[in-house]
């Protein structure tokens, strides 16, 4: 069975820029998530999908933030623009429920300069 | 919201000794608890995870306890390898039971 796949691995900007990251989750799996992990720290949730619908993005900052999980499946992820503060690993997992358990991609190392 | 948190933040073990790993959390209704392993450059991996009517489950070398009363729940692994190196985190479903939330993590050591 294939895991999450992300993409890029890794991405260094300018701040101010914009930058969007891509997942695929494993498939048949309905709930997506987003991750952020700055070195050192947990995961923290940015947002959940359920299929193409949003459950949880409390945690995401939508000025800047964005997440769409158009058809269920793939999702992508952007920041637009970027700050400093934004570099962190962004993880992206998925689950076949909501109950049941999640497994992460490699995530994308991003770096703002 | 609920709130995870994960001590010791570093251990150093020799190799074939015991480690263990203590979380606690604040939301009583929490009812799922995984631990996961991240390695340097790869997303977190889940080892072993718990719910909340069980008390204790192994799997060879590593056993998860769980004590809803005091709200605390453990990581041991036994007869360590130097491959347990990683970096350890704790998590717990926050309170609309969905996505989970995360320790700091515990960064472990084995050295032969």
Redesign the interface.
């Known amino acids: 069975e294939a895991g999450?796949a992300q993409s890029p691995r890794y991405k260094i900007i300018e701040k101010r820029q914009s930058v969007a990251f891509w997942c695929n989750p494993i498939s048949g799996h309905a709930t997506l998530?987003w991750y952020q992990q700055i070195l050192?720290?947990?995961?923290?949730?940015l947002i959940?999908f359920q299929n193409n619908g949003v459950?949880?993005d409390s945690q995401l900052p939508k000025d800047r933030f964005s997440a769409e999980r158009l058809k269920g499946v793939d999702s992508t992820l952007k920041i637009q623009p970027a700050k400093l503060e934004d570099s962190a690993v962004y993880?992206c997992?998925s689950s076949l429920t909501?109950?049941t358990?999640?497994?992460?991609?490699?995530?994308t190392r991003l770096t703002v300069v | 919201g609920e709130n995870v948190e994960q001590h010791p933040s570093t251990l150093s073990v020799q190799e074939g000794d015991s480690a263990v790993i203590k979380c606690t959390y604040s939301d009583s209704a929490s009812n799922y608890f995984p631990w996961y392993k991240q390695e340097l450059g790869k997303g977190p991996q889940l080892i072993i995870d718990i719910r909340s009517n069980v008390g204790e489950k192994k799997d060879q070398r590593i056993a998860v306890t769980l004590n809803k009363t005091a709200k605390h729940f453990s990581l041991h692994i036994t007869e360590t390898q130097p491959e347990d190196s990683a970096v350890y985190f704790c998590a717990a479903h926050n309170q609309a039971g969905t996505a989970l939330i995360f320790g700091k993590g515990t960064t472990l050591s084995v050295s032969s």
Do not use: N
Not at chain 1, 101 to 107: L, N, S
């Open positions: 999450v998530y050192g720290q947990g995961p923290k949730l959940q459950v949880d993880l997992a909501r109950s358990e999640a497994f992460f991609g490699q995530g």
